[in-house]
């Protein structure tokens, strides 16, 4: 999963939602009752760790994060399964959540996004 997730930072609107969403495979969830928690490992950036190390701070070191997901974005989470695109995922989420397509699509490709920024997923073309 490289630094734009296999796909062009510059897609069309259609090949985007074409595009397949895949898990990193290193994210450890946890289930919980109305959500899910992801854990996964952020590495510094080179400059990043150079100052931290100026600072006294074990800068090499990969950092554990984790991120906690409501109902509704552990819906999104479990349907990201390697073989979904981003159009079946909003379509989805559309029915089950009973909102408006253009809401459906918003919420969903916003929320993709960010989980891609953190290395949680990534995007291929079909």
Do not use: H
């Not at 100026?54 to 399964?81: C, H, I, Y």
């Not at 695109?85 to 969903?108: G, Y």
Request: aromatic residues 6%; hydrophobic residues 40%; positive net charge.
């Amino acid at each position: 999963m490289g630094k734009n997730n296999g796909i062009s930072p510059r897609l069309s609107r259609d090949r985007a939602l074409s595009a397949v969403v895949e898990k990193n495979r290193e994210v450890e969830e946890e289930p919980r009752e109305k959500g899910i928690i992801l854990t996964y490992q952020v590495v510094y950036k080179p400059w990043f760790a150079r100052l931290a190390r100026r600072m006294g701070l074990a800068g090499d070191q990969a950092r554990t994060k984790r991120l906690e997901l409501d109902a509704m974005g552990r819906a999104v989470w479990d349907m990201v399964d390697g073989r979904r695109t981003v159009k079946n995922i909003v379509d989805k989420f559309e029915r089950d959540f009973q909102v408006l397509p253009a809401e459906a699509e918003a919420s969903v490709t916003v929320f993709l996004r960010e989980l891609g920024k953190r290395g949680l997923v990534g995007m291929r073309e079909k």
